[in-house]
Structures are given as C-alpha cells and as structure tokens.
C-alpha cells in the first residue's frame, strides 16, 4: 500500500490538489515526508509567511504574559542557561528566525542578551522596519553571515533542512569559531546503502508543498568533526508526535533530532 501511495504523494498530481487534502492524508495516515526523485531542493522553497500585524501584537503585548515560543526546541533556555552560566552576557544567533517570538521571550529571562535575527532578505527587511517603527532594543538583524560578531550560540530552530547550501552556511559559521550550534527538530537517517541528504516532499498544514532535506546522520556528524565541531548532546525531539515512517524503506534509523555541538578551540 506505501509504495503505491508514495508515488502518488510525490507525483504533480497530489500537488494541484487542494491543500486541505494534504491535510487529509497526514491525519489519516501520519506521514509526514514522502521520498523524491530529486537531488537538490527546488528554488523559492521556504515552509513559513510572517505575519506582519502579529509581529505588531507581538512586541506591544505584556511580555509576562507571553506564550513559551519554543516549538522546536522546548528546553532552549534551559540549553542557554547550562552552557552560559558563567557568562554575564549571552549572545544567539537565531538562524531562520521568522518570527519575533524568541526574541521576546529570551528577553524576558536573559537579563544580559544579544540577540541576532537572520531569515530570508524579505523578512530581514520587515523586521528591520518593526524595530524603527517600534524603537525596539537589544534586537539586531545580520543580513549576512560572511562576517559575524564574537557569538556563544547559534541556534537553528527547524531550518537547515530546508536549506539547499546549509552546508556552506555552518562552514562560514564554522570559520568564525562560533562556540556552540545548536539544531533542533532537524530530520536525520541512517541506511548502509546510502550516505547523501535525500530530498524529501513536505505534507503539511501550510498553504504551499514544502522540500526539506533527510540528513544522513554519520556523514553530517564527520561534515561537524571535519569543520571543528564536537557532538555534546543528542536527543529525540518529539514536536511531531506519532509519526509514521513506513512509508520509508531500507533505513535502520529516521528521526527528528535535536543536536548540539561545541566548538574544539573553546
């Protein structure tokens, strides 16, 4: 049955479909990723739309009441605060941030913060206007990661998988010594009759057909090791609940993951 529904999820057809069909199928079903025939994600491929008047709700609601954002990574203060307890002053980079959500809630328990915004150029440039508009402080946008300032982390809440050069980016990264890198909610595998990044098609909830990356987990922690990077914590991140992987074949492991590393010179 996988099989025959497999071809039908990734075919053009299931594409022109209205999306509450895709919908549909992941409840039925809980399958969440169906295997490609392609080799490299398609170009405009980008899973979320910033929602301008929320950013304005966002930054005038009382901040002690606002919600825990952390969808992707639940325990990211309490990764903040274990790493950085001896600092006086944290600073993050929030890679593929989206949203203003981190921002405000890291604010609100990390006295000392320096945060750094990076998504898409469109989104660096609203985010840019909210804070003229909004005179909001402690809130720095990089609209390039070619040179970065002296950073503790950098956190990639559900983003390099739909990344077609996250390689190249945590290379430039890499190159500045950044002390830990965090991903979280990032899609990994194992099999023994491959080792490159599969591209998967994304059935979900948003109103576009998403592409996203299945990391070949032993190839990506050799890139990590080769770039200077230690593996210090791995855990099963259970955002997704009661997946359904059998529409995949031929894998010993697939899960999302949260990894971090730290950087061997520090």
């Known amino acids: 049955m996988y099989k025959i529904l497999n071809k039908f999820l990734a075919s053009k057809l299931f594409d022109k479909l209205p999306r509450y069909f895709a919908r549909r199928i992941f409840k039925i079903f809980k399958i969440f990723f169906v295997e490609t025939n392609l080799t490299s994600l398609p170009n405009n491929n980008h899973p ?3 929602d301008k008047d929320y950013q304005e709700e966002a930054i005038k609601k009382n901040i002690d009441k606002f919600y825990k954002p952390f969808s992707t990574c639940s325990y990211l203060l309490e990764v903040l605060s274990v790493y950085g307890a001896n600092k006086k002053e944290i600073s993050i980079l929030d890679f593929g ?8 809630y890291l604010k609100r328990y990390v006295k000392n913060l320096e945060y750094y915004y990076h998504d898409l150029p469109s989104y660096n440039s609203l985010m840019e206007e909210l804070i003229k508009k909004n005179d909001l402080k402690d809130f720095k946008i990089l609209k ?37 890198l965090i991903f979280s909610h990032t899609p990994f595998y194992k099999s023994n009759k491959n080792d490159k990044d599969i591209v998967l098609k994304q059935l979900n909830i948003h109103p576009i057909i998403n592409y996203a990356y299945l990391i070949q ?7 990590m090791k080769n770039n200077n990077y230690k593996l210090i914590s791995q855990n099963k991140n ?6 359904n992987f ?7 492991f697939l899960s999302f993951l949260d990894l ?6 520090n």
Do not use: M, W
């Open 48 to 50: 979320t739309i910033i």
């Open 97 to 104: 941030a989206n949203n203003l959500d981190n921002f405000i």
């Open 144 to 180: 390039s990661i070619d040179t970065l300032p002296r950073l503790d982390f950098v956190f990639f809440g559900s983003s390099i998988h739909y990344v077609n050069n996250y390689k190249e980016i945590i290379q430039s990264i890499a190159r500045q010594k950044c002390k830990y």
């Open 217 to 223: 987990y032993d190839s990506f922690i050799q890139f």
């Open 238 to 243: 259970n955002f997704i609940k009661f997946l």
């Open 246 to 252: 059998k529409n995949f074949n031929n894998f010993s």
């Open 260 to 265: 971090i590393f730290i950087n061997n010179d």
